[in-house]
T-cell receptor, first 115, second 110 residues
Framework: GAGVSQSPSNKVTEKGKDVELRCDPI?????LYWYRQSLGQGLEFLIYFQGNSAPDKSGLPSDRFSAERTGGSVSTLTIQRTQQEDSAVYLC?????????????FGPGTRLTVT | LAKTTQPISMDSYEGQEVNITCSHN???????ITWYQQFPSQGPRFIIQGYKTKVTNEVASLFIPADRKSSTLSLPRVSLSDTAVYYCLVVNSGNTPLVFGKGTRLSVIA
């Protein structure tokens, strides 16, 4: 079946502009995560959606970052007034509700470059 | 969650067995050890998970001693396509965000 997809694959934007990044999780997966990865670094958690529960926003670096998940499926990560330090690969992952294993399936990412 | 420590990089020749050790001294009773693999320009991919002793699948083996304060990922007979970054994570049961370190960059040389 289809995996996690993300769009666009690459985005170049000017400093100060807003951007929207999209994630389509695997059908039926109730948990959805956003991470970002700066050059040569590990992944940094941003936000987590689980079913109809309130999202865990504890990883968002500033109030310029927000995300929503409509209908329990597609998610959009929005970055307002982008800054150069926002340049990174933004990764989305989804998983089934499982008591063990917590296996997350990652998309290919969106590479954001802020000029 | 328990912090993990693993080597920054490793080199290996094709056909050799590669062992990557990870330390997690503060692992809790309900934590599992999980390894992800990440190729360039791709998202990470789950490869193996274990709680104790030994786990083996078609990709790798995972060795966990009785005290669970460390673990070793073993890749048999590596090929050039195994060149990737390997992340050791300690995870709770259930769906929680993963905490990634910088991983181990494995370079396989012909």
């Amino acid at each position: 079946g289809a995996g996690v997809s993300q769009s666009p694959s690459n985005k170049v934007t000017e400093k100060g502009k807003d951007v929207e990044l999209r994630c389509d999780p695997i059908s039926g997966h109730t948990a959805l995560y956003w991470y970002r990865q700066s050059l040569g670094q590990g992944l940094e958690f941003l936000i987590y959606f689980q079913g109809n529960s309130a999202p865990d926003k504890s990883g968002l670096p500033s109030d310029r970052f927000s995300a929503e998940r409509t209908g329990g499926s597609v998610s959009t990560l929005t970055i307002q007034r982008t800054q150069q330090e926002d340049s990174a690969v933004y990764l989305c992952a989804s998983s089934l509700v499982q008591l063990l294993r917590n296996e997350q399936y990652f998309g290919p990412g969106t590479r954001l470059t802020v000029t | 969650l328990a912090k993990t420590t693993q080597p920054i990089s490793m080199d290996s020749y094709e056909g050799q067995e590669v062992n990557i050790t990870c330390s997690h001294n503060n692992i809790a009773t309900n934590d599992y050890i999980t390894w992800y693999q990440q190729f360039p320009s791709q998202g990470p991919r789950f490869i193996i998970q274990g709680y104790k002793t030994k786990v083996t699948n078609e990709v790798a083996s995972l060795f966990i001693p009785a005290d669970r304060k460390s673990s070793t990922l073993s890749l048999p007979r590596v090929s050039l396509s195994d060149t990737a970054v390997y992340y050791c994570l300690v995870v709770n049961s259930g769906n929680t965000p993963l905490v990634f370190g910088k991983g181990t960059r494995l370079s396989v040389i012909a």
